[in-house]
């Protein structure tokens, strides 16, 4: 099916919207809503974000239309939401740098993922099971609400005891540790546009502070309880391959058990984020059944935790 419930964006509910800027702006949070034609009254909920280098993109990329559809068609109730963007000028209400330094900038885009989980959890038609579909920096904030155990006193009023994180997140050629200059050899080298993307975001070439940004800087072994995470790259993503690797590497060390994660790497490719969901996840026959799309795992994998 084509969702067509909510073609245009509207606001989230003014209890989870950012607080007054400081020249008395408001940015104003959106998403577009997409229900199931059967069921109900309740679904479980996707949030899915879009992808953009943390500057760019919105609510209507076509590259989402697939996960949209297939996501809708398997019986979620679905959001496709904004977050504040570096630089500003894209969401409505957003102050500008000129301005505001800070605008669009760590923690101003997680803060919005979060109070965008939050008013998604608190929607009359969630039954209680939230997940997260992220894109490249839209993957790096569902990583980043899935392993922040922190609690907020204040907007976006993060509360861990509660349990606000996600109850699991696909994460499709995510940004994980900002810091990482690797490079796999492929050419044209994608480190050179990550590092511009990552500074630009950051504010800063500080490779330790870009570090303590970053989803793996929220993992130690006290932090081991992660909620599930499916991790998706493609073998030449645009995404350079290392962080894929960072975050495997970051939940060993944490000690986190490996039946709450699970990685693939799209074979023979160089899409990017949602661009591979209707493509060959490796496996023999080559693309001839529906379930060796990339996008038949991330609904299996949904599916294991968002209708136990």
């Known amino acids: 099916m084509t969702p067509s419930q909510s073609p245009h964006p509207v606001a989230i509910p003014s209890a989870f919207q950012p607080p007054a800027n400081d020249d008395g702006t408001q940015t104003v949070l959106e998403w577009r809503i997409f229900a199931p034609a059967t069921g109900g009254p309740k679904w479980p909920v996707v949030v899915i974000l879009h992808v953009g280098g943390f500057k760019t993109g919105g609510l209507f990329s076509n590259t989402m239309l697939e996960s949209e559809q297939d996501l809708v068609a398997a019986g979620y109730y679905v959001f496709v939401a904004d977050y504040r963007l570096a630089p500003c000028g894209l969401i409505k209400g957003q102050t500008c740098h000129i301005t505001d330094e800070s605008s669009g900038r760590p923690p101003q885009q997680t803060n919005d993922v979060k109070a965008i989980m939050r008013a998604a959890r608190a929607d009359t038609h969630c039954n209680g099971f939230v997940g997260i579909v992220g894109g490249s920096a839209g993957g790096s904030h569902a990583a980043f609400v899935n392993l922040d155990r922190s609690v907020s006193a204040d907007w976006p009023f993060w509360n861990n005891y509660r349990d606000d994180r996600p109850d699991a997140v696909v994460l499709l050629s995510g940004a ?93 490719s160089s899409s990017h984020a949602f661009e591979y969901w209707r493509e060959w996840d490796g496996i023999p026959p080559v693309g001839s059944e529906p379930e060796h799309d990339v996008g038949y795992h991330a609904l299996q994998f949904l599916d294991q935790y968002l209708k136990p």
């Open 176 to 268: 994980y540790d900002f810091s990482d200059r690797t490079t796999e050899g492929y050419m044209p080298d994608p480190v050179k546009p990550f590092k511009d993307f990552i500074e630009n975001y950051t504010n800063s070439c500080d490779l330790n502070y870009e570090r303590s940004k970053s989803p793996v800087s929220l993992l130690s072994p006290s932090t081991a309880d992660i909620k599930p995470m499916f991790l998706i790259n493609s073998e030449m993503d645009t995404m350079p391959f290392h962080q894929i690797v960072d975050m495997e590497n970051a939940l060993q060390a944490a000690g986190v058990d490996s039946s709450l994660y699970k990685v693939l790497t799209v074979p023979d």
